[in-house]
DNA sequence: TCATTAATTAATATAATGGTTAAATAAGGG
DNA sequence: CCCTTATTTAACCATTATATTAATTAATGA
């Protein structure tokens, strides 16, 4: 019962809320400062803080210091894992892996019900 | 507080746990039973049902009836547009983008400080 | 030094997640 | 009909996630 801590798991973890994907669509523009970032959204600064807190240990993102701000800066080296990994099913979305596709698949592995 | 329920943070949540992305991948080698997908892992089949039902309700598989038994089948659709997502953030991953794309992105911005 | 601005940390509340065991449901076969 | 097999649902519990407000830390500059 553990928080899974594989990185493929962390990284999904932090994609998966509409927030931090903003943030990163944001970041995709350059760099910008907690206040910034926080900008176009209801919710209060210290949540910004913790969305933040979370892409960074994702290693989606980085924070230097610049004065009283802290630019963050989109880092893309975990979407590429990500992307790696969802590349080995693109041949179950892509128009060549249509139903006779899965009828072979059916036969080659000798399941003789075909109809579902 | 509610739970984030656009399609993509759904589909995100879904693939972000390693029990359910293993059942994704041995669905990959065509449909199984709820049995014979729980067998693998070392936790109760209640708790595969559960994972297999977030499954479902992200739209990455679909179940049909066989007498006593629920095959389950991958659906990749879901999986297609997160790959879409993602791939809006190639540029920043490949080598094409460096520091010099990164320097050049801070000049045209007008921002003055180069130097993080 | 003190006020201002930027951001994080602390304390707290509540909801969501993921696991368990026990009971219920569904289909098949003697 | 009842028993067995397959799977889901119910009830429960511990942990994690996400939000809030209030307090704290950090840097600037009058």
Redesign the pocket.
């Known amino acids: ?4 801590s594989d990185p493929m798991s962390v990284t999904l ?1 932090a994609l ?2 509409p ?2 994907r903003a943030i990163l669509a944001r970041l995709a523009g350059g760099e910008a ?4 970032l ?1 900008a176009p959204f ?13 892409l960074e240990e994702a290693g989606l993102v980085s ?1 230097s ?1 610049n ?5 963050v800066q989109l880092q893309a080296a975990p979407l590429r894992d990500v992307a790696a990994w969802i590349e080995e099913y693109r041949r179950f979305w892509d128009e060549g892996f249509d139903k006779l596709d899965a009828l072979i698949e059916h036969l080659t592995k000798g399941d003789s019900d075909v109809s579902n």
Not at 33 to 36: D, L, M, Q, T, Y
Request: hydrophobic residues 40%; aromatic residues 2%; charged residues 30%.
């Open positions: 019962m553990q928080k899974a973890s998966a809320d927030t931090r400062s907690v206040g910034e926080a209801d919710i209060s600064l210290p949540a910004i803080s913790r969305h933040l807190k979370v924070r210091r004065a009283q701000w802290r630019p």
